[in-house]
């Protein structure tokens, strides 16, 4: 019998050793674990302080590059310039950004009437039925202008105070594109229709066209601008027609026949323009794992000077 109980305590004796050598294994993997995630994070962190740092540079050189359209012109967009970073790249590209409805031209005295009118037809260009561009119309300039007086087709505070999460107008001007999210009436269906041809400024000035640098998609907005009388058709026709080395001067743009049939009452030449009233940079930063988008808009209309006007980070 004696025996049989030395064999049990020892047996038990081994049991308990195991157990201890488990759970100590156990402590041990989940203290690499922990030490591996803290070493993870802080190269992260270290990833993301040197994209921050990179994004700075960048935004130091963009400012430089941006004078360099004023000679370059139109050579100086779309090529992708790269900069090797210590342990990344910054991937940058400049492009021209002038051509675009300032939807903040609804509020400014400027704008007034004539902008809230061709805002419409761009609207109606963009294949948006006319009674909904009325509705649009109203709604964005009830959100900019500085009273809370509705409009006939628009909505003030009363609209989005019933809203789910209640919200108010912002009655001032847009600071970010993205805000006309929230301005009733522009579901996701719309903005897809018009993202192209609008944009946000910080002034109520409408900045004059680029006619060297008018994609097609840019259609809705020449007709828009230059005439009530032009249509989308032969917008889209003059684009397309525009020789390889551009037009060079406003004056051949407005010799096309298309366009000097069109009574003077009619045209808004100062619209037009063959330089870039702005000009933006993207930056794609990455450095090891981590990788950032940035967004750089410069104010380029008087010659010799670059304003940074916007900075965006992120998707967008
Ligand atoms: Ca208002």
Redesign the pocket.
């Known amino acids: 019998m004696t025996g049989v109980y030395r064999k049990r305590e020892r047996g038990a004796a081994l049991l308990s050793i195991l157990m201890i050598v488990a759970v100590m294994s156990i402590a041990a993997l989940a203290a690499v674990e922990s030490l591996g995630r803290s070493v993870a994070l802080a190269r992260l962190s270290d990833e993301r302080s040197q994209i921050l740092w990179a994004a700075h540079s960048a935004e130091a050189v963009a400012s430089q590059s941006v004078l360099q359209v004023e000679t370059l012109g139109r050579q100086a967009f779309g090529k992708p310039a790269v900069f090797p970073l210590e342990r990344g790249v910054i991937v940058a590209a400049l492009s021209d950004d002038s051509n675009c409805f300032n939807l903040n031209s609804l509020?400014g005295d400027a704008g007034g009437p004539a902008a809230h009118d061709i805002y419409k037809r761009l609207l109606v260009h963009s294949g948006i039925l006319p009674g909904d561009a009325q509705r649009l119309a109203d709604t964005a300039?009830?959100?900019?202008?500085?009273?809370?007086?509705?409009r006939a087709y628009?909505a003030?505070?009363d609209t989005y105070r019933r809203r789910p999460v209640p919200y108010r107008?912002?009655?001032r001007l847009m600071e970010n594109i993205s805000e006309l999210r929230a301005v009733e009436g522009y579901e996701p269906g719309i903005l897809r229709r018009i993202s192209e041809n609008i944009c946000v400024r910080p002034d109520t000035n409408q900045p004059a066209l680029n006619i060297e640098t008018l994609k097609h998609s840019n259609a809705p907005l020449l007709a828009a601008l230059l005439s009530e009388v032009l249509t989308l058709e032969e917008a889209e026709v003059i684009i397309r027609g525009r020789p390889v080395s551009g037009w060079g001067s406003v004056g051949a743009f407005l010799g096309l026949d298309t366009i000097s049939q069109i009574a003077p009452e009619s045209l808004n030449e100062a619209i037009l323009s063959v330089r870039s009233g702005y000009v933006r940079l993207d930056a794609d930063i990455s450095v090891g794992s981590a990788r950032e988008k940035i967004a750089l808009i410069y104010k380029t209309d008087t010659p010799g000077s670059a304003i940074l006007v916007e900075r965006r980070m992120g998707a967008f």
Do not use: K, Q
């Open positions: 509020g300039a009830d959100w900019i202008d500085g009273d809370e007086e509705t628009g003030e505070a107008t912002s009655n």
